[in-house]
């Protein structure tokens, strides 16, 4: 028997291997944490929203900026990664200035989302990559509320 075949060897082999991959993914994690934050200051407000319309939480605002110049688009998604709305497509976004958008709790045909937890994606076109940040909208159903004369203080819709 070939002494690379001894049990023996095979293991301290693939012993030497898995010490090797795990240094290696050390140091990648490592680097990457090293790379600069592309997606800044996140911020959803409110983050409950009750869309019915009674001038209540209707509507919700998030803001964020780039730490790099890039085109993006903006999209709201479903906690399984499924696009309800897009806030907007293939536009410049410069770096270090804010992007406010607002959501209304609708899906792109204009109808009441069911409640649930929903995200916000980013697609840096030019870098290839989507970053989905921490935070969330929620949807609630409430009891509309009638109120006369309300003036929409939490912004337009989508």
Request: net charge positive; charged share 30%; glycine share 8%.
């Amino acid at each position: 028997m070939s002494r690379l075949l001894e049990p023996r060897t095979l293991a301290a082999t693939a012993f030497a291997l898995l010490v090797a991959a795990t240094v290696a993914a050390f140091g990648w994690a490592q680097y990457l944490k090293t790379e600069p934050l592309v997606l800044d200051k996140v911020v959803f407000r409110p983050d409950t929203l009750t869309p019915n319309a009674d001038c209540r939480r209707d509507r919700g605002r998030v803001r964020f900026r780039l730490t790099r110049s890039d085109r993006a688009t903006v999209e709201i998604v479903d906690e399984e990664d499924r696009r309800v709305r897009v806030l907007f497509r293939d536009r410049p976004i410069r770096k270090f200035k804010f992007v406010v958008l607002r959501w209304d709790g609708k899906d792109g045909a204009g109808t009441v989302l069911p409640p649930d937890a929903y995200k916000l994606r980013v697609t840096l076109l030019g870098q290839d990559r989507v970053l989905i940040p921490p935070g969330r909208f929620r949807l609630h159903q409430a009891q509309r509320r009638p109120r006369r004369g309300c003036r929409q203080l939490d912004g337009g819709g989508g």
